[in-house]
């Protein structure tokens, strides 16, 4: 695990549920907003990196960096791909290819990447014939840091 890995799940140890734990590496800023951790995993409604490397990037840059995402975030419960990309703004909005199906609802990531300089990964929960709703994401915390390394590697 690169540095900035190992410092966020260091802070976990002194964090609360309902904070968010922050790290900064150079020009890399992690936050995560914590649910909760225990020895194995960590469940967050949050993951967002901010990076200097990804100011002032026009679209394609963006869209890059999600093709990198979509190679290298297999290991989630669903793998996802970009759904829209807004040029105008330069922002990639990626989901889940398949999301968790029930007979009551689905569930599925998000993952925004932003010109401005951000990535930001969140789960959400949408109840059939309802709005959807933010819910925890629950990883190890070996995945944990894998997010974090790839997001890293595919703003480089």
Do not use: C, W
Not at 11 to 22: H, W
């Amino acid at each position: 695990m690169t540095p900035l890995a190992d410092n966020l799940i260091q802070r976990l140890a002194a964090a609360a549920p309902g904070d968010t734990a922050v790290v900064v590496d150079g020009g890399d800023r992690v936050s995560l907003g914590l649910s909760r951790a225990d020895a194995m995993a960590v469940a967050f409604t949050e993951l967002r990196l901010a990076t200097d490397r990804l100011a002032g990037a026009k679209v394609d840059r963006v869209r890059s960096v999600a093709d990198a995402l979509t190679r290298r975030l297999t290991y989630l419960l669903e793998p996802l791909t970009p759904v829209e990309i807004d040029h105008e703004l330069a922002v990639v909005q990626m989901r889940s290819t398949t999301p968790q199906q029930d007979n009551e609802q689905s569930a599925y990531y998000e993952l925004l990447v932003r010109a401005g300089g951000s990535l930001s990964l969140r789960r959400y929960r949408k109840p059939r014939g309802a709005m959807r709703e933010g819910i925890d994401a629950t990883v190890t915390r070996e995945v944990l840091g894998r997010l974090v390394d790839d997001f890293v590697a595919s703003t480089a």
